[in-house]
């Protein structure tokens, strides 16, 4: 017997069914095979029934699951099924604002207005279609920009491949920018890449890549790092196209320089952050910034390197800087740990008046270092503290007392009495 997966097509496809109301399921194996035996002579299939050629048949009786290329093509197919429809009038609406004879800018202009993406995409399909007409960059920029910025990355990608297929086409910078940011927002880092380096080999001077155009690609490697191997992966590639930009003579603003800090830290390598950082006023004539800071305390805390950290931290303030909520809990964690309780409570009122949130870890962190050092009390003043300045809500101080007295259950029970 033979089914549609989905309610609905069970009850279009079905069209006469009966069951005997004396026959029951039993443990007999001859007693199964009649009862199957009589509802398959019972079931029939409306043989006028039209099925959809998303339709998949399976077999009722059958103990394997559809496989994982069934299942995707099924996911494809109800993808594509529920897109958007054209809006017909809307399109047509919008081809009556061109003059017969309309030029690139004149495009322009109705297309940067549609706020349709489908529309516009069509008024670009058309347009390509009219005799005496050609697409140049600013066409294919705002055509770029809409898709990508509606998340429609293959109309986008089929819209590139046309432009780059096109011969003897002449891009701009700005373009092929735009590009390249939405190729890295859709993952496409392949993408990305073949673009940029069309940029590079393109005789046009003007098309050539800029620092803006590297600063692009730092953003969207150093994003797609998930633990330290990965990062350190993605960071050699990183570290190529900065070693080339420089070669090229593209000077690094602070953004890249930054990017290298912090694509060294999340890769683990802090001494060579260290040595872009001192570098950065000295080769490139760049002072750090916020950013600067705060990626180096962080990766600093991270190693252990608490004493490096805070002298950063220091300098950082001493220049006007108010180190990040994540520097600062970096910092008052490493300290906690480091057993500098009276550095570690200073740094969290500091932070606080700063008025920069504090994690549930860094608390956790603190009192519980507090605690391991014998002055359970302390920890408690504090933890009671925090909640008379409403610094922390009832469920937060219910959480943070459990985690303490699984952890040093007496000696805090002693001073809740």
């Given amino acids: 017997m033979m089914i549609i997966a989905g309610r609905n097509w069970l009850r279009q496809i079905f069209s006469h069914r009966t069951f005997n109301k004396h026959l029951c399921c039993t443990n007999s194996s001859h007693n199964s095979k009649t009862l199957s035996n009589y509802y398959l002579s019972q079931t029939q299939i409306n043989p006028h029934l039209k099925l959809s050629s998303n339709a998949i048949l399976c077999s009722c009786y059958s103990a394997i699951a559809l496989s994982r290329s069934s299942s995707r093509g099924v996911g494809k197919r109800s993808k594509a099924d529920s897109k958007p429809a ?43 279609k009219q005799p005496r007409f050609r697409h140049d960059a600013s066409t294919y920029h705002i055509m770029t920009r809409k898709l990508g910025a509606a998340k429609m990355y293959q109309e986008m990608d089929d819209v590139v491949n046309q432009m780059l297929a096109t011969p003897s086409f002449c891009g701009t910078e700005a373009l092929y920018n735009t590009i390249i940011y939405f190729f890295a927002e859709a993952r496409k880092l392949s993408r990305a890449v073949y673009v940029f380096k069309y940029m590079k080999n393109s005789r046009n001077l003007e098309c050539r890549p800029s620092i803006r155009s590297y600063n692009i690609l730092f953003t969207a490697f150093l994003s797609r790092g998930k633990n330290t191997y990965i990062n350190h992966v993605y960071m050699e590639t990183i570290r190529c196209l900065f070693k080339q930009m420089v070669n090229d003579g593209i000077e690094p603003d602070i953004f890249s320089l930054n990017s290298m800090i912090k694509g060294y830290i999340l890769s683990n390598h802090v001494n060579d952050a260290l040595r872009i950082f001192h570098q950065m006023g000295v080769v490139y004539n760049y002072l750090p910034n916020s950013f600067s800071y705060d990626y180096l305390i962080h990766g600093l805390c991270a190693q252990g390197r608490t004493k490096n950290a805070r002298e950063l931290c220091d300098e950082m303030k001493r220049k006007g800087f108010v180190p990040s909520s994540k520097s600062y809990n970096s910092l008052v964690s490493a300290l906690a740990l480091n057993g500098e309780v009276e550095e570690t409570v200073k740094n969290l009122w500091e932070m606080i008046e700063k008025q920069r949130p504090v994690d549930f870890i860094t608390y956790r962190t603190v009192l519980d270092e507090i605690c391991r050092r014998g002055r359970a009390g302390e920890a408690m003043k504090l933890l009671k503290e925090l909640q008379n300045k409403n610094l922390i809500d009832g469920y937060t101080y219910t959480k943070l007392l459990d985690v303490l007295e699984d952890d040093f259950g007496n000696s805090i029970r002693h001073h809740l009495r």
Avoid: G, H, I, Y
């Fill in 86 to 128: 054209l809006d017909d009038t809307q399109f047509r609406c919008a081809v009556s604002e061109l003059p017969p004879r309309f030029n690139n800018e004149e495009l322009c202009n109705v297309m940067t207005l549609q706020e349709d993406p489908l529309v516009c995409l069509e008024l670009f399909n058309w347009a390509s």
